[in-house]
């Protein structure tokens, strides 16, 4: 089984900052990408960043030059560092990744149970 828990959501003033992190645990042999989403209340959950295993990284428009997505050593755990939040930055974030439990199994789509960002102004 693979796990994935978040950590470091909370309550921040406007223009703040989180570093939210994010570690994969049990049986892993490889993790290709991993993701971070967003769902503000009463809407769809939308994809905010994403790191390949090589590196690279994309983001939405609205983050973009805001937040930071990293995988240090393309380990097991990934970071998204939030900078100038906004109250429009409000919601669960939840960390998804591409995971491999043995050499020979197809690749699989991990959640994390999700950690609130909440921003005041």
């Known amino acids: 089984q693979v796990q994935m828990v978040e950590s470091g959501g909370g309550l921040v003033q406007a223009g703040g900052s989180l570093r939210l992190s994010c570690a994969a645990s049990g049986r892993i042999f490889s993790i290709d990408a991993m993701r971070w989403y967003r769902q503000a209340p009463g809407k769809q959950r939308e994809l905010v960043a994403f790191i390949t295993r090589d590196g690279t990284t994309t983001y939405t428009d609205p983050v973009k030059g805001r937040f930071t997505i990293s995988r240090p050593d393309a380990k097991n755990t990934v970071y998204l560092q939030m900078n100038s939040l906004k109250p429009e930055d409000i919601a669960v974030y939840y960390c998804?990744?591409?995971?491999?439990?043995?050499?020979?199994?197809?690749?699989?789509?991990?959640w994390g149970q999700g950690t609130q960002v909440t921003v005041s102004s």
């Open positions: 998804n990744g591409d995971i491999r439990t043995t050499n020979w199994a197809a690749t699989g789509n991990y």
